[in-house]
């Protein structure tokens, strides 16, 4: 019951600002018309937006009438799809407040299973996060011992972090180029978890967030969460047109910008400098705090690193810049390490939030990020030079094995944004997990439903064997798709 009365509470908070309406849930749904019975098609289309966390929880559904409308379909259609989302668990409705999202007992949101994997041989390749040689985390557990008992003798609350770490990000930041100093330092559990205290401070529910599209699936999910209207801007192979960035901000005027302008996940594209000094003008003109995610910067394979962008423009252009960065794709994701950077009187609003959901980080794992970042200049090197031989393996066995896919070589990162040639991708992710290989398709790192599929994202995270093995058997579900496809018949799935 005390969970039931939880959930109607929520209902009951306010239901303008919960209600999703009927031509935008129009705009995430396929064509009715296109599939038969077209009611289970939508309660389909509906609970994996729900899954996916397109559609987030105990939201209000349009009313039948609306969604009807809006569908171009009838009323009867529309009831009987939110009767089966009741029977199936993903909604359920009380007299006079209408029929809201839910989630089925057992079901997990995409977002969580696609950072657990599962305990099977599947290949997961739906991750892009390198593990840690286990003789370098070793090592730095030995050295950070006496450091603990050093601190055991405090309360171990450090809301802004652990004063050593906010000192050494802040002088990374400066030999990077960007003066900085450690009362601009926030340290918090990984990058995702800046982004969020930011968005909570900034933002109100309603309000544009420009972002590019495609983009990181969890920030674009904290958005959804946070009730923000996305402004999408386009990143191609080619990279970014900042006439249309300028043009975005200058007519949306959105508060705040997301981008990532270093090896941009999922595309692996680079910003050139000329295009960071135009972005810091446009973003200043229009008063937009422009929040750049920098969690791959260090990756840097063909190409030097990239500075910091906010040490391209004028300290005017910069004064609403916020830099997240965290150790999750250089060392390890299971440290929970990340910062952000911002003007200091921002940091100190920062840390008052945080506290009420969490009052500092673990002090073992901060000591364990000071002393890796200590020896960043001796780990990074030979960790590099792997993900280089990972990427060479993974795109010589794409070219040999599935020739007739395409893709442009990142000069960083940690993966490829593959074109299939075309719109298959969700259909092979599927067929894939049957062979052994946990994929995403593009759509996952889109704004928008229902485009980028004829893109996958494949990480070189695992090593050369793995991942030309994950190759053959993505072919092997390719061929055996096709031959479906042209033959209507159905082959066994090989089983891993």
């Known amino acids: 019951m005390a969970d039931a009365d939880a959930v109607r509470s929520v209902e009951r908070a306010d239901h303008a600002d919960r209600t999703l ?20 098609h939508l309660a ?22 609306e969604l009807a409308t809006a569908l171009r379909t009838s009323r009867a259609t529309i009831t009987a799809v939110y009767d089966l989302l009741r029977e199936s ?12 999202t839910d989630l089925p007992a057992g079901r997990t949101p995409k977002g969580v299973t696609r950072l657990l994997g599962s305990g099977d041989t599947a290949i997961d390749l739906a991750r892009a996060a390198p593990a840690m040689p286990v003789r370098t985390l070793t090592e730095a557990l030995v050295q950070v011992t006496p450091l603990l008992a050093e601190h055991a003798h405090t309360p171990g609350y450090h809301p802004y972090g652990l004063p050593e770490l906010r000192a050494a990000v802040a002088e990374r930041f400066t030999a990077r180029g960007l003066a900085t100093v450690p009362e601009q330092i926030l340290v918090t559990s990984g990058a995702q978890h800046a982004f969020t205290l930011v968005l909570a401070l900034l933002c109100r529910p309603g309000d544009r967030i420009m972002v590019e599209n495609p983009s990181y699936p969890n920030a674009l999910d904290a958005m959804r969460r946070a009730r923000l209207r996305t402004v ?41 400098d000329q295009e960071r000094v135009r972005l810091l003008r446009a973003a200043a003109r229009s008063g937009t705090w422009l929040v750049v995610d920098e969690t791959l910067a260090d990756l840097a394979l063909d190409v030097p690193a990239p500075p910091p962008l906010a040490s391209h423009g004028t300290p005017g ?35 008052g939030q945080r506290v009420a959901t969490d009052m500092g980080g673990p002090v073992v794992d901060q000591l364990l990020a000071l ?4 020896r960043s200049a001796e780990l990074l090197p030979p960790r590099l030079e792997r993900i280089r031989e990972q990427r060479a393996a993974l795109a010589a066995a794409l070219a040999e094995q599935i020739p007739q896919w395409s893709w442009q070589t990142p000069a960083g990162g940690l993966s490829l944004w593959v074109d299939l040639g075309e719109p298959i991708a969700s259909v092979l992710a599927e067929r894939a997990l049957d062979y052994g290989v946990r994929i995403e398709a593009g759509s996952y790192f889109a704004t928008d439903p229902g485009i980028f599929e004829q893109r996958l994202r494949i990480p070189y995270t695992t090593s050369p064997n793995t991942l030309r093995e994950a190759v053959r058997r993505m072919a092997t579900a390719l061929a055996v798709g096709s031959a479906t496809s042209s033959s209507g018949t159905r082959r066994p799935h090989w089983i891993a």
């Open 21 to 40: 309406g009927s031509r935008q849930l129009a705009g995430m749904l396929p064509d009715p018309a296109g599939a038969r019975p077209a009611y289970r």
């Open 232 to 272: 999408p801007v386009p990143v191609t192979d080619t990279g970014w047109d900042i006439e249309i960035i300028e043009s975005t901000l200058r007519q949306a005027v959105p508060p705040l910008a997301y981008l990532i302008p270093d090896f941009q996940n999922p595309t692996g594209c680079l910003l050139p």
């Open 44 to 65: 389909q289309a509906i609970s994996t937006l729900i899954l996916d966390g397109r559609i987030a929880l105990h939201v209000r559904l349009p009313a039948e009438r």
């Open 371 to 374: 002393a890796l970042l200590a």
């Open 317 to 351: 252009e910069t004064s609403q810049v916020i830099t997240i960065g965290s150790m999750s794709k250089t060392h390890w994701a299971g440290l929970r390490i990340g910062w952000l950077r911002a003007p200091a009187r921002l940091v100190t609003e920062l840390a």
């Open 89 to 100: 668990g993903y909604a359920h409705s009380r007299q006079g407040s209408g029929t809201w």
